[in-house]
């Protein structure tokens, strides 16, 4: 895995042409663009004030500073060092951290890593072979010790399983129950005004009036004593 990991990091590392790693260059590119309608005013060969049309930077080439502090945290120069840098016509790559550079990136999976090879092979100390290794010691948590199971799904708690309440057997309950007669059977809803009146159940609903007429079978929108159907209000 590792193995795998440095190649290719490697391979990649190798193969980049580019004086900074990727994301380096990009960043210098990015803000390279972004400088370039800052004014640069140089004070001597090092400093140089550079105004951006906001808090501007006095960046110091020699000391590689900014007082916007970019530069020197980053170790890589700021929009306003870039547009010094350019106008002292300096190399940029002189002003960046070595932890950007390409060289850098490849040295660090420079290193091989071999596989371990089959333990039979391994050569062990004989200190190390002749140890036996316990189990840490147990250190007792607080409360008593649970005894009890965790209980599997479909498990009751009381150990009893659940039967159901028409024909007493298990494995499912009134809601489904096929030996359950007709009338015993829950309605969860008056369907329609039709299947309601021919099965009627144990708290049988008080069948539904018409607010208009008093009448059973619809309600006031539908009623037909009144001519407005249905309101579009
Ligand atoms: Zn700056
Ligand atoms: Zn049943
Ligand atoms: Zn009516």
Not at 29 to 38: G, I, L, V
Not at 161 to 170: E, L, P, V, W, Y
């Amino acid at each position: 895995m590792i193995q795998k990991w440095f190649y290719k990091r490697r391979t990649k590392a190798e193969k980049t042409r580019t004086q900074l790693t990727p994301q380096a260059t990009a960043l210098i590119k990015a803000r390279n663009y972004d400088s370039e309608k800052y004014t640069v005013c140089p004070i001597d060969l090092v400093n140089f004030n550079v105004k951006d049309g906001n808090k501007d930077g006095l960046v110091n080439l020699s000391e590689k500073t900014c007082s916007c502090m970019k530069f020197q945290v980053d170790k890589l120069p700021c929009r306003h060092a870039l547009a010094a840098i350019r106008f002292a016509k300096k190399p940029f790559g002189d002003f960046c951290g070595d932890c950007y550079k390409t060289t850098s990136w490849v040295e660090a999976y420079s290193g091989n890593i071999f596989p371990v090879g089959h333990p039979s092979e391994w050569t062990i100390p004989e200190g190390v072979r002749s140890m036996v290794v316990y189990p840490p010691p147990f250190r007792a948590q607080a409360g008593r010790p649970k005894k009890k199971r965790y209980k599997s799904a479909g498990e009751h708690r009381n150990g009893n399983t659940r039967h159901c309440t028409i024909c007493g057997k298990s494995g499912h309950n009134r809601q489904n129950c096929r030996n359950a007669q007709p009338c015993q059977i829950p309605v969860p809803s008056a369907t329609s005004a039709t299947s309601a009146t021919t099965v009627t159940s144990k708290r049988p609903r008080r069948p539904y009036r018409c607010r208009k007429c008093g009448e059973e079978g619809h309600n006031s929108q539908k009623c037909p004593l009144t001519p407005e159907v249905g309101g579009t209000t």
